[in-house]
């Protein structure tokens, strides 16, 4: 028995740019189970990228922030009269060009930005794309494990308006549809994404250390969990957030890491 039941559901995938992405696992181990993928990309370049790692598969160029970009994926998805059973939102984007800096120091420009492409592209997409869901389809975002623990700059309070936006969102979507929104919430990846956050490495042995098993989470096990939300198996979970974290949340004060600290 097929638990995900996922075989010849379509399911709108963004943000997949490279191997090492959630998106990308997420997209992948959709089509091992027989479901059907959209992707979309931010470019041309990222498009010729895509090709090679999902060929024969449709792709659209749709960058959040370009108005029309929304008009012609909906226009697509309209014309070849597709039906969407999930959408998988892994965009985000923040400019660290001047490095991490004081919160109270933010860049006003490179915050709303950062929130537009983090955050509002949640609500943007969706909104462009609202007709051609089906009743019953399953929205999902990336989230981070914890938006008040993170060093990202920034990024801790978009994410949190991430996380908070999913469950309006949900109860704005449940108007019209049994559409639900949940989102995944990660703790520190091996990503390229990640790899452009400055400090970033530290962060994530410290994080290491701290989780049960002591070994960082690999990006598969969160893209397990967002099949798993994407899927009609997690049809009761609705407007939450799940935690993927290895244990880390609870074990801020590991007993090895508290001892190497008060020794140094």
């Not at 420009?109 to 997409?125: G, K, N, V, W, Y």
């Not at 936006?165 to 559409?179: C, G, Q, T, Y």
């Amino acid at each position: 028995m097929d638990f995900l039941n996922v075989k010849d559901k379509i399911f709108l995938i963004t943000g997949v740019a490279n191997k090492k992405s959630v998106a990308y696992f997420t997209a992948k181990s959709l089509k091992e189970y027989g479901a059907n993928i959209i992707l979309t990309v931010q470019n041309e370049n990222n498009l010729e990228k895509t090709k090679k790692l999902f060929p024969d598969t449709s792709i659209v160029i749709c960058d959040v922030e370009q108005k029309e970009h929304l008009v012609d994926l909906n226009k697509y998805l309209v014309n070849e009269n597709i039906k969407i059973d999930g959408f998988l939102h892994s965009i985000a984007f923040a400019n660290y060009s001047e490095g991490i800096k004081p919160f109270h120091e933010t860049n006003i420009e490179d915050f709303f930005q950062a929130s537009h492409i983090s955050c509002l592209s949640l609500l943007t997409i969706t909104n462009a794309i609202k007709n051609q869901f089906q009743r019953n389809a399953s929205i999902v975002t990336i989230s981070i494990s914890s938006t008040r623990a993170t060093s990202y700059g920034y990024m801790g309070p978009i994410k949190a308006a991430l996380d908070s936006s999913v469950a309006f969102l949900a109860k704005s979507l449940s108007e019209f549809s049994n559409i639900r929104v949940n989102a995944v919430c990660s703790g520190p990846l091996k990503t390229s994404a990640s790899a452009g956050i400055p400090g970033y490495i530290n962060n994530y042995i410290f994080a290491e250390k701290l989780t049960l098993r002591k070994k960082a989470l690999n990006t598969q096990e969160v893209a397990n969990t967002a099949c798993f939300l994407l899927s009609p198996s997690s049809s009761g979970i609705n407007a939450t957030g799940v935690v993927i974290d290895a244990g880390m949340s609870c074990n801020y004060f590991d007993q090895e890491v508290v001892d190497t600290v008060a020794n140094n």
